[in-house]
């Protein structure tokens, strides 16, 4: 991968050349990724500690955040012009993550600031360079949440740990489209909502606990686009059909209900019947969950007009939520969601600040 990092920065000046320098690049990024995630999903734990593995891997993962962006960022940016004309770039150095420290990543990076090409070249790594971003921050928001909940220890650490999850996520539901995506960002989603509700077993004040649910809430309301995907998608309702049958002729006959049996060859594999059932479920149960314990804490409001608002804003929302089949195979069903979502957006920010 040095290498090949070594022959990306080159100079070159014509555009088959520069388009080789992309593939060298991509191949570059894709060397990093590899790496990463092998030692992420068959972690060596035999021949080295759990500590130098980490740094490893996100080592790794923040080099091949780099080339991601330089493809992100170059396409977005960069002013193609005649041949014999200067060529303007206005594209920012990539930079790192806040909680990457590595002088030679940071050297790499400013080395590759000078790479130049042609923009229908690069153009054809943009939304796999997107992607890859999203799974990377992805991984680092898994990797540092798997961290916090086994070996964080001190408030320090905790607080610092929790910002690393945040951060990544984030910057991973960004970064995916939602539209080829939906499951993806679903338990992008899902996963950040339990590190806020890992938080809220901390709290003591209903204060504190309230603006945590709140952040739970605007979560899901984060997954409106990838609802309206599925819901888009007519491989999604052939899927959860289908289910929906075979788990009422398994119910008929007292089989035990098994999601991996509702497999529909004709679909799509991006929408595997049992994510779509797991995500869908549980995307209910906290949505529910979150806005009864809302209403619970509302009632704990000492200002008597504040609560009196905030119980006539959540009360209906979640008796909607109600209405909601534990496991949403029908379309009536995530319309519904949108409709809660919709409801939501339109809460005035001063009852959501309490």
Not at 78 to 101: F, H, V, W, Y
Not at 167 to 182: G, L, N, V
Request: charged share 25%; glycine share 2%; with cysteine.
């Amino acid at each position: 991968a040095e290498y090949m990092g070594l022959d990306s920065k080159t100079n070159i000046n014509d555009e088959m050349a520069s388009s080789l320098r992309d593939a060298i690049n991509w191949d570059v990024c894709t060397t990093y990724f590899n790496m990463a995630t092998a030692l992420q999903d068959h972690a060596p734990i035999k021949t080295i500690s759990q500590e130098a593995l980490e740094e490893d891997i996100v080592q790794y993962f923040s080099k091949c955040l780099i080339f991601c962006k330089i493809f992100m960022e170059v396409s977005d940016s960069r002013t193609i012009t005649n041949k014999g004309n200067k060529t303007e770039n206005s594209r920012k150095p990539a930079t790192l993550n806040k909680d990457t420290n590595n002088e030679e990543v940071n050297g790499m990076d400013s080395d590759i600031n000078s790479f130049k090409g042609n923009r229908h070249s690069i153009h054809r790594w943009l939304a796999d360079a997107r992607y890859r971003a999203a799974v990377v921050n992805h991984r680092l928001a898994s990797l540092y949440h798997s961290r916090l909940r086994s070996r964080g220890t001190g408030e320090g650490q905790c607080r610092q740990l929790r910002a690393l999850c945040e951060t990544h996520y984030k910057q991973a539901s960004e970064f995916i489209d939602a539209s080829t995506h939906p499951l993806v960002l679903l338990r992008i989603q899902l996963e950040s909502i339990a590190l806020y509700e890992h938080r809220l077993q901390t709290l003591n004040s209903p204060t504190a606990k309230y603006r945590t649910l709140i952040s739970i809430v605007d979560s899901l309301t984060q997954c409106k686009s990838a609802i309206h995907a599925l819901l888009k998608n007519q491989n999604f309702a052939d899927i959860m059909i289908n289910q929906q049958r075979r788990k009422d002729a398994d119910s008929n006959d007292n089989k035990p209900d098994k999601l991996e049996d509702s497999l529909n060859d004709n679909s799509d594999s991006s929408l595997s019947p049992t994510d779509c059932a797991f995500l869908l479920r549980l995307f209910v149960s906290r949505l529910r969950e979150s806005l009864l314990l809302i209403v619970k804490l509302s009632n704990q409001v000492k200002s008597s007009v504040l609560k009196t608002s905030m119980l006539e804003v959540y009360k209906p929302l979640y008796r909607y939520a109600l209405k909601l089949n534990d496991l949403p195979t029908h379309p009536d069903d995530l319309n519904t969601i949108i409709n809660i979502i919709n409801d939501y957006e339109k809460i005035s920010p001063d009852i959501k600040i309490y």
